[in-house]
Structure formats: C-alpha cells, structure tokens
C-alpha cells in the first residue's frame, strides 16, 4: 500500500507541468529513505522503478533549470554577454518557459546595439571593473564586427591568447587560413596550439609516473624533461598550464620517495650495526628479538 501510494503520488507530480522541485524533492527523498532508489528489485510493482528513474529526472532538470537562470541572472547583472548566450541556450535545452528569462532576453537584446553598450560603459566606467571590462570587451566585438569578417576573426584570435583549449583555437585558425588573414596575432595563436599539443602527452607522462608512486619511473620521466630541447626544459615556455602543475606533483612525490627510502637506509643501517655487535653476544633473548625484526 506504501508503495502505491507512493507511485501514484509521483505520476500526479511528474503529470504537472510546473511541478515545484521542493515536492519532487520531498518525493525522491522518500523514496531513498524506504530503499526503493538502491535498485528495481526493490519495487514490488514492475513500473516502480521506471516511475521513480522518471521523478528523479524531472527534480534533476528542475534543479539544473535553477542553476541556469540564476546564472543568467548574475551574467546579465555583470553584462557578460557571453556568459548571458551560453546560460540563455541552456536554459532553452531544459524547457525553461520563455516568461522565467524574458527580461534577461530583453537585456541580452540591448547588449547587441552599439549606443545603448557606449551608455551602459559611460556609467559603469569608474564604478565596478567587472562591469565596465565586460562591456568593452562587448563594445570592441560590436566595433569588429561592424568593421567586417576580418576584424571579427583577429579580434576572437587575440582573445585566445591565453587559451588552454586547442579545438577553439583550430577552429579560429581554419577560419583565419580560409580568409587568408595575414595578421601576426595568426601565428601566435597557432605555435600556442602547438606547444600545448606537444606539451599534453607529457602531463599524461608526469600523471602516470607519480601515480605508480615508483621512484625511478619518476626519476626518468622528470630526467627526460629537464634534459630535452632548451625550448621544453624551460619552464616559461610551458604554454600548457597542466604541464606545470603535474610536474610540481611528480617533484614533490620524487621527495617523499626519496625521503622514505633515506629513513628506510637509516633504520637498515641501524639494524645491521645492532646484528654486528650482537656476533659475540649471548643473550639469547636478544638476539631472538632482533632475528624476529629481521
């Protein structure tokens, strides 16, 4: 009977198009604390399961709808306007109704023309840094492209320039190669997408070295850097931000595995002093105690 009361309550919520998450929530803790969320076995019913799967998807997207407007609330608030894009699309994919972000649409709308970012940069200038960065960094994206093709492209390239993501400068790059733009800020953004190509498999390096914790793969992973091309061994070239953190990693595992291997050297050392002087002893109850260490 709990069990049905419960399934039934469930479509009824599930059934409603403004469902509040506070109730699915109330639902899908119940259903935890009466172990129906461990698995299907747990359901006498054979729909259960696939109601309960169903109610935790609906709380899920309800949740991540929150997470997206209130997103969308503080990009809009600080005039992000690429942020505002990217919350506003999720909020799109998680059939948010339109009327929950219609005013942020209404700004986003604004963001778009030239007078009204001029304004807005006008007010905000010497007031908040936040504010005045985004609405400049909007002002020159409407200046690029009011300009042309061209502009756009080197402006979204200079952006880049302190990237880590590869396919988002290929992708600016192919566009640059395709309108054969000669601009110096090209082959900048280009060698970065190298180096971090190049740099990549050697975190993964470094990563698989410290996590087996052996000291003389560590040893030659870290050798094999430090010793090649001046360009590589030099850590300001290092345009891959991982390659710098994973290789602090396997510098400070190396010396803990250093350090333990030291003690460990020591205590032998100890042991074997302590077996040397006990060759003419004869206590054997010492000499017992020290075998059994051995």
Same mark, same amino acid.
């Given at each position: 009977k709990e069990e049905t009361a419960l399934i039934e309550e469930m479509q009824s919520v599930v059934k409603v198009e403004n469902a509040k998450r506070a109730r699915l929530e109330e639902l899908c803790k119940n259903c935890e604390a009466g172990k129906w969320a461990k698995g299907s076995e747990y359901w006498i019913r054979k729909d259960g399961w696939t109601i309960?799967?169903?109610?935790?998807? *609906?709380? #899920?997207?309800?949740?991540?709808s929150d997470v997206a407007l209130v997103r969308l609330k503080g990009a809009t608030e600080a005039y992000d306007v690429e942020e505002m894009e990217?919350?506003?699309?999720?909020?799109?994919?998680?059939?948010?109704?339109?009327s929950e972000f219609e005013e942020y649409n209404k700004a986003f709308t604004q963001?778009?023309?030239?007078?009204?970012?001029r304004d807005l940069l006008s007010k905000w200038k010497h007031r908040d840094s936040v504010r005045s960065g985004n609405l400049q960094?909007?002002?020159?994206?409407?200046?690029a492209k009011e300009a042309g093709m061209e502009s756009m492209i080197v402006l979204q390239l200079t952006r880049l320039k302190n990237s880590q993501s590869v396919e988002t400068m290929?992708?600016?790059?192919?566009?640059?190669?395709?309108?054969?733009?000669?601009?110096?800020?090209?082959d900048e953004i280009r060698s *970065?997408? #190298?180096?971090?190509?190049r740099q990549e498999p050697i975190v993964q390096l470094l990563r698989d070295a410290t996590w087996s914790r052996n000291r003389e793969k560590i040893q030659q992973v870290l050798y094999d850097l430090e010793t090649s091309e001046a360009r590589l061994a030099n850590p300001d070239?290092?345009?891959?931000?991982?390659?710098?953190?994973a290789y602090s990693s396997a510098k400070k595992c190396l010396e803990e595995l250093e350090q333990a291997q030291a003690h460990l050297e020591d205590h032998e050392q100890e042991f074997l002093s302590r077996?040397?002087?006990l060759k003419h002893s004869t206590d054997a109850e010492e000499i017992d105690d020290a075998l059994e260490q051995a």
């Open positions: 309960w799967e169903h109610c935790k998807d *609906r709380r #899920d997207k309800l949740w991540k990217a919350a506003y699309l999720t909020c799109c994919e998680l059939g948010v109704p339109p963001l778009q023309r030239l007078h009204s970012v960094k909007q002002l020159e994206y409407l200046l290929r992708t600016c790059l192919r566009k640059a190669d395709r309108a054969e733009i000669r601009d110096p800020v090209v *970065r997408a #190298d180096e971090i190509e070239n290092w345009k891959c931000n991982d390659l710098a953190r077996l040397e002087a």
